[in-house]
Nanobody, 116 residues
Framework: QVQLVESGGGLVQPGGSLRLSCAASGFTFSYYSMGWYRQAPGKERELVASITSAGINRSYADSVKGRFTISRDNAKTTVYLQMDSLKPEDTAVYLC?????????WGQGTQVTVSS
């Protein structure tokens, strides 16, 4: 069955870095665009970054441009989110998403907390 398993979250001080990973299985990973979303308590889910199936095109929310980098390894069926210069407002559950045509899959999420 389809699985998206996020890892790498945790507690980090402001200005620190984390690298999130999302391991995919159960579908043809290289056919799908991948994205990272986040949801903070009381806020709507927002798209943080996305990458096309071959990794050629990437896009970012304005709030994370220049600080976050999305990448993927199709051989390892994994997508990554490198997060640098983290701010308290980056605190949220980060979720991995796979999308192709009418198909979309979600992971369970990993908690990122930025606090001193």
């Amino acid at each position: 069955q389809v699985q998206l398993v996020e890892s790498g979250g945790g507690l980090v001080q402001p200005g620190g870095s984390l690298r999130l990973s999302c391991a995919a299985s159960g579908f043809t990973f290289s056919y799908y665009s991948m994205g990272w979303y986040r949801q903070a308590p009381g806020k709507e889910r927002e798209l943080v970054a996305s990458i096309t199936s071959a990794g050629i095109n990437r896009s970012y929310a304005d709030s994370v441009k220049g600080r976050f980098t999305i990448s993927r390894d199709n051989a390892k069926t994994t997508v990554y989110l490198q997060m640098d210069s983290l701010k308290p407002e980056d605190t949220a559950v980060y979720l991995c998403n796979a999308r192709r045509l009418q198909y979309t899959y979600w992971g369970q999420g990993t908690q990122v907390t930025v606090s001193s």
